[in-house]
């Protein structure tokens, strides 16, 4: 599958500016400069955005609250909306059509001027720049910034300017440029103008540190040249980087644009999701801050660059990783994406929440749960890259072979597993397999790491660890491996033991795994993390949850792994079915209404697209089926 077709939005006469919080996730588009994320919706209101990085407090928050700041550009009255990223980048183009015409509008997160290649993001001007063209006839335009700092708590000192406005106070200042005349009230900046066929306005926001300084936005007149660099930017990383040429190849080239877009450029970091707080079932509690980096989120995020783009980002995120642990042994599972340890977690109760699904939160508790997982993620990517990473720094030695020491040490604890549950510890089967992993590549990259290296030891314990796998995680009653030791309990996870390679997929038990997960943990073919039964799978938590994307297509690789190409093909191609008109993910999708759920979008999904296109390329290349065949 790799077009899509783009349907239309429509907005009635008289209908508000957007619908801000209550509308679907999958009604916004991205925008990335590699430090921080814009979401626009399809009437062309920018409703989420933090600067200055991807943490940060939010300016727009209005996806999570009306009353919490939004930048909309849209025609006067009804209109229809397609919309598009431009080829190769993240500028989104929407085109509003009238009874009285066409303009198209043009959004983009700029990059530092001349910016191309791995460079981008660095130096980030946190800039966002708005074009509108006339595209027929004559059009009346409604534009309407309402900066909300400090996710909506703030209603600021909005100043008239003598090319726009700017705020005044707080820690997340603006200045605005506009190609209109502007009112401002009610710390709002407001303009109504007409564009004729072939006339332009430009616009543009640019964030202002404390100290004042820093260069102006772009003038009206240079936003075109600002967009048109921007667009360059993109479309030169991805020359260097595109190497995925599968029939898949549009879907991926996507995904791994939109991989590169949560990279945080400054130290290296790749964030799960931009955003914070929405939710994985409609007013419940499961709303969750994503803007950090997860080891586990960023080495999967690695590896699936190196299949669709082959990343240069894996020798800064290393870099990064080393120096925030400060060592293998005080491994956490997530920092911040500068590096901080303490990611403390609170409500903001004056939020309503998408959709009423409060609490809203931001920090992400689960920074000091014991996670046994890591160790394989990283150690695996780093085995994956080993070639690209050259000779190893004695201080990367060092680390890779205390990762290893400690998952040979820590193998036997409990934890609380991939999905951080909330409950009690387990001796859950993910966490057990990836220390396996870890053990597995650490014997691996055993000849770089010099007088580091503890191979013999490193290799018994990895087997002692499997035969310990292969014994208790195996449950008679349910023909399948577990969530965790001795338990009957069913986890997507397991669908990870081919894919690092612990069982292939056409093993006995492997083979039943995966048609008992089929079967009996999905919702209308879509795989489920763990069933949510009163007493079982004691995450701490109320409610429900949709479908997991990635693990719905972690299924697709297993399938494809244990033979099962046209199956597979079929689940693949539903998947990427639930993407929103630009081919973006969620984390969830709730199969009754078609609808994504969770943070948006999210790296995971886009990660498990990315390495089910590969491994039906590799399953139907050992088939002898070539990739024509169903391009």
Same mark, same amino acid.
């Given at each position: 599958m790799s077009t899509r077709s783009t349907p239309s939005a429509t907005a009635e006469p008289g209908a508000s500016d957007g619908a801000g919080s209550s509308q679907p996730i999958g009604a916004y588009g991205l925008l990335a400069d590699c430090n921080t994320a814009a979401l626009v919706d399809r009437h062309g209101s920018i409703d989420w955005l933090c600067l200055p990085?991807?943490?940060?407090?939010?300016?727009?928050?209005?996806? *999570? &609250?009306?009353?919490a700041g939004h930048w909309s550009i849209r025609p006067v009255g009804g209109f229809t909306t397609t919309r598009q990223f431009l080829p190769g980048t993240l500028v989104l183009e929407t085109t509003f059509a009238t009874d009285d015409g066409a303009v198209r509008l043009t959004d983009a997160l700029v990059f530092a001027e001349g910016q191309r290649g791995h460079e981008l993001g660095r130096?980030?001007?946190?800039? !966002?720049?708005r074009l509108v063209e006339g595209v027929s006839g004559r059009l009346e335009l409604a534009m309407e910034l309402v900066p909300r700092p400090e996710y909506g708590l703030v209603q600021p000192l909005f100043r008239r300017t003598?090319?726009? @406005?700017?705020?005044?106070?707080?820690?997340n200042q603006i200045a605005v440029r506009a190609g209109t005349e502007v009112d401002i009230e009610d710390s709002a900046l407001r303009a109504t103008f007409e564009l004729a066929e072939g006339e332009r306005a430009g616009f543009a926001m640019r964030w202002i540190p404390l100290d004042g300084g820093g260069a102006e936005p772009a003038a009206p007149e240079d936003v075109v040249r600002r967009i048109e660099d921007t667009v360059d930017g993109w479309r030169s990383w991805e020359a260097e980087h595109d190497i995925y040429v599968g029939p898949h190849h549009e879907l991926v080239r996507l995904s791994s644009r939109v991989l590169k877009g949560l990279t945080y450029r400054p130290t290296g970091a790749i964030v799960a999701a931009p955003t914070t707080s929405l939710p994985e079932t409609v007013g419940g509690e499961r709303n969750w801050d994503y803007r950090y980096s997860w080891i586990r989120d960023a080495s999967l995020t690695l590896e699936a660059l190196y299949i669709g783009a082959c990343s240069d980002e894996a020798g800064e995120f290393v870099s990064f990783m080393t120096s925030s642990a400060g060592g293998g042994s005080s491994l956490q599972i997530m920092y911040g994406i500068g590096g901080e340890h303490d990611l403390s977690e609170r409500e903001l109760p004056h939020l309503r929440g998408w959709r009423d699904s409060a609490p809203v939160r931001v920090g992400n508790g689960a920074w000091n749960q014991t996670q046994l997982d890591v160790y394989g993620e990283l150690l695996n990517t780093l085995h994956l890259y080993r070639e690209q990473l050259g000779e190893l720094h004695p201080e990367i030695q060092l680390f890779i072979a205390e990762l290893a020491d400690t998952a040979a040490r820590r193998w036997s604890e409990r934890g609380s597993g991939l999905w951080e549950?909330?409950? /009690?510890?387990?001796?859950? !089967?993910? @966490?057990?397999?990836l220390c396996w992993t870890a053990l597995d590549r650490a014997v691996k990259l055993a000849p770089k790491l010099g007088v580091h290296a503890r191979t013999e030891a490193w290799a018994e314990e990895r087997d002692r660890l499997r035969e310990e796998i292969l014994q208790r995680g195996w449950s008679e009653k349910r023909q399948a491996y577990?969530?965790?030791?001795?338990? &009957? /309990? *069913?986890?997507g996870a397991a669908l990870l033991m081919p894919l690092v390679g612990f069982l292939p997929a056409d093993d006995p038990r492997m083979r039943s795994t995966i048609e008992v997960i089929a079967r009996e943990l999905t919702e209308d073919g879509l795989v489920l993390?763990?069933?949510? &039964?009163? @007493? *079982?799978?004691? &995450?701490? !938590?109320?409610?429900?949850? @949709?479908t997991f994307v990635i693990c719905s297509f972690w299924l697709v690789s297993c399938l494809a792994l244990a033979?099962?190409?046209?199956?597979a093909e079929q689940l693949f191609d539903r998947l990427v079915g639930y993407a929103n008109d630009l081919g973006l993910l969620a984390e969830e999708v709730d199969t009754a209404s078609g609808e994504l759920l969770g943070n948006f979008p999210q790296a995971f999904s886009h990660i498990g697209l990315i390495n089910a296109a590969w491994r039906l390329d590799q399953a139907r290349a050992a088939s002898g089926e070539s990739a024509s065949e169903v391009a």
């Amino acid at each position: 599958m790799s077009t899509r077709s783009t349907p239309s939005a429509t907005a009635e006469p008289g209908a508000s500016d957007g619908a801000g919080s209550s509308q679907p996730i999958g009604a916004y588009g991205l925008l990335a400069d590699c430090n921080t994320a814009a979401l626009v919706d399809r009437h062309g209101s920018i409703d989420w955005l933090c600067l200055p990085r991807y943490d940060s407090p939010a300016v727009f928050a209005r996806i *999570l &609250d009306r009353e919490a700041g939004h930048w909309s550009i849209r025609p006067v009255g009804g209109f229809t909306t397609t919309r598009q990223f431009l080829p190769g980048t993240l500028v989104l183009e929407t085109t509003f059509a009238t009874d009285d015409g066409a303009v198209r509008l043009t959004d983009a997160l700029v990059f530092a001027e001349g910016q191309r290649g791995h460079e981008l993001g660095r130096d980030a001007p946190r800039e !966002l720049v708005r074009l509108v063209e006339g595209v027929s006839g004559r059009l009346e335009l409604a534009m309407e910034l309402v900066p909300r700092p400090e996710y909506g708590l703030v209603q600021p000192l909005f100043r008239r300017t003598e090319y726009g @406005g700017r705020t005044f106070g707080g820690p997340n200042q603006i200045a605005v440029r506009a190609g209109t005349e502007v009112d401002i009230e009610d710390s709002a900046l407001r303009a109504t103008f007409e564009l004729a066929e072939g006339e332009r306005a430009g616009f543009a926001m640019r964030w202002i540190p404390l100290d004042g300084g820093g260069a102006e936005p772009a003038a009206p007149e240079d936003v075109v040249r600002r967009i048109e660099d921007t667009v360059d930017g993109w479309r030169s990383w991805e020359a260097e980087h595109d190497i995925y040429v599968g029939p898949h190849h549009e879907l991926v080239r996507l995904s791994s644009r939109v991989l590169k877009g949560l990279t945080y450029r400054p130290t290296g970091a790749i964030v799960a999701a931009p955003t914070t707080s929405l939710p994985e079932t409609v007013g419940g509690e499961r709303n969750w801050d994503y803007r950090y980096s997860w080891i586990r989120d960023a080495s999967l995020t690695l590896e699936a660059l190196y299949i669709g783009a082959c990343s240069d980002e894996a020798g800064e995120f290393v870099s990064f990783m080393t120096s925030s642990a400060g060592g293998g042994s005080s491994l956490q599972i997530m920092y911040g994406i500068g590096g901080e340890h303490d990611l403390s977690e609170r409500e903001l109760p004056h939020l309503r929440g998408w959709r009423d699904s409060a609490p809203v939160r931001v920090g992400n508790g689960a920074w000091n749960q014991t996670q046994l997982d890591v160790y394989g993620e990283l150690l695996n990517t780093l085995h994956l890259y080993r070639e690209q990473l050259g000779e190893l720094h004695p201080e990367i030695q060092l680390f890779i072979a205390e990762l290893a020491d400690t998952a040979a040490r820590r193998w036997s604890e409990r934890g609380s597993g991939l999905w951080e549950m909330r409950g /009690e510890p387990r001796h859950h !089967l993910s @966490g057990k397999v990836l220390c396996w992993t870890a053990l597995d590549r650490a014997v691996k990259l055993a000849p770089k790491l010099g007088v580091h290296a503890r191979t013999e030891a490193w290799a018994e314990e990895r087997d002692r660890l499997r035969e310990e796998i292969l014994q208790r995680g195996w449950s008679e009653k349910r023909q399948a491996y577990s969530q965790s030791f001795d338990s &009957d /309990e *069913l986890d997507g996870a397991a669908l990870l033991m081919p894919l690092v390679g612990f069982l292939p997929a056409d093993d006995p038990r492997m083979r039943s795994t995966i048609e008992v997960i089929a079967r009996e943990l999905t919702e209308d073919g879509l795989v489920l993390r763990y069933a949510n &039964d009163e @007493g *079982l799978n004691a &995450d701490g !938590l109320t409610g429900e949850e @949709g479908t997991f994307v990635i693990c719905s297509f972690w299924l697709v690789s297993c399938l494809a792994l244990a033979g099962e190409i046209e199956r597979a093909e079929q689940l693949f191609d539903r998947l990427v079915g639930y993407a929103n008109d630009l081919g973006l993910l969620a984390e969830e999708v709730d199969t009754a209404s078609g609808e994504l759920l969770g943070n948006f979008p999210q790296a995971f999904s886009h990660i498990g697209l990315i390495n089910a296109a590969w491994r039906l390329d590799q399953a139907r290349a050992a088939s002898g089926e070539s990739a024509s065949e169903v391009a």
